[in-house]
């Protein structure tokens, strides 16, 4: 979506107030929760729906 939107890291990170760190852990999907107002404010921030970011993986 970062592509999509042309919007570096850096810059997504200043839009949302997150550290380049926590935003790499999501982007990476190492991160084990998410709150809401951080996936409201990336949504904000891209323009875009939770769908958008979001993909269930089964640990099976």
Request: charged share 30%; hydrophobic share 40%.
């Amino acid at each position: 979506m970062m592509a999509k939107r042309k919007i570096s890291l850096n810059e997504l990170s200043e839009r949302v107030d997150l550290t380049l760190s926590n935003l790499s852990i999501l982007k990476t999907g190492k991160a084990k929760a998410i709150r809401f107002s951080t996936l409201e404010s990336i949504c904000k921030a891209l323009d875009c729906q939770p769908g958008d970011l979001l993909e269930y993986v089964s640990e099976e």
